[in-house]
């Protein structure tokens, strides 16, 4: 069988990876003296070390990780199903890891060119395609389909935490802060990068932008619409009801961004992305 293989950009939790046989090789987080693994803590522990004043830094998952994972399933065919290349040293770092491996041969990695909810999806569709016995070649043409059908948007809260993540230029940090406005964001089609989509005065203005672009693109009952929070449950929710009013019967699933989002896009940020099923 096919064993999947990916990082916690997934949002897949201990138990979900005991579910569906997936290995999921977390990113690393260091804030004031802890440091720790993605998904590890309480996101509010997290979120109020942060409110303390303390900056978060994150990294790739440590190469060793990697290469013991490839090592464990030596004998298997391997699908690394990864984050976007250019917003983490994920991609590179698995790369690596195969390069290293005694059974590269064997080890497929994949850039998503994305991250979170779709990212999420797809490694849940290559997970029931491996249990169903399907081959290697059929789960990566999948994978390979559906990266071309996604498309990614985040509105940050404080641009403070886009700023010193190289997101902004401090010049339009500074504006943007002083007009409190919301920015948008879109994740390019390669994945390498944020790029400025717009802006609006509130959350819901800025959603509300995003949703006419998704009508333009024609986006629909056959897509799901991830809208992705960082430790932002009210925002999230009223967002939900906006996307339900906006696209009615389409396939809605909230989730909480894990600790390596907070710490590029802040606490509060919201992501809305979507894939077709």
């Known amino acids: 069988m096919v064993q999947i293989i990916t990082d916690s950009s997934s949002l897949f939790t201990a138990k979900e990876e005991q579910e569906t046989g997936v290995i999921s090789i977390p990113l690393c987080i260091s804030i004031g003296n802890k440091n720790f693994r993605d998904l590890e803590v309480p996101v509010d522990e997290f979120v109020a070390d942060i409110q303390a004043g303390n900056i978060p830094v ?6 060793g990780d990697v290469m013991d994972a490839y090592a464990s399933c030596k004998g298997s065919p391997i699908i690394n199903i990864s984050m976007a290349d250019g917003l983490s040293g994920t991609y590179q770092t698995a790369c690596m890891a195969r390069e290293s491996a005694d ?3 064997d080890i497929t990695v994949i850039n998503t060119r994305t991250l979170c909810g779709p990212h999420r999806y797809m490694v849940q569709r290559a997970a029931a395609m491996a249990k169903e016995g399907r081959k290697k070649d059929e789960i990566v043409q999948m994978l390979e389909e559906k990266i071309r059908q996604t498309k990614s948007y985040l509105i940050p809260q404080d641009f403070e935490f886009l700023r010193r993540g190289g997101r902004l230029s401090p010049a339009v940090a500074f504006v943007g802060s002083l007009l409190d406005l919301k920015p ?7 994945g390498s990068s944020l790029d400025k989509f717009g802006v609006g005065r509130t959350m819901k203005r800025a959603a509300k932008a995003v949703f006419r672009q998704m009508k333009k693109d024609q986006v629909g009952k056959d897509d799901i619409l991830y809208i992705v ?5 009210k925002a999230a929710a009223q967002i939900r009801e906006l996307a339900l009013e906006e696209f009615p019967g389409i396939d809605v699933r909230v989730h ?12 509060g940020c919201i992501a809305i992305q979507h894939i077709r099923k």
């Open 58 to 63: 994150s990294s790739q998952p440590p190469l």
């Open 103 to 105: 059974n590269r041969e």
């Open 184 to 190: 948008i964001l879109t994740l390019n089609e390669a």
């Open 229 to 233: 929070h960082g430790a932002a449950p």
């Open 256 to 267: 909480l961004l894990s600790h390596v989002f907070i710490t590029h896009g802040g606490p």
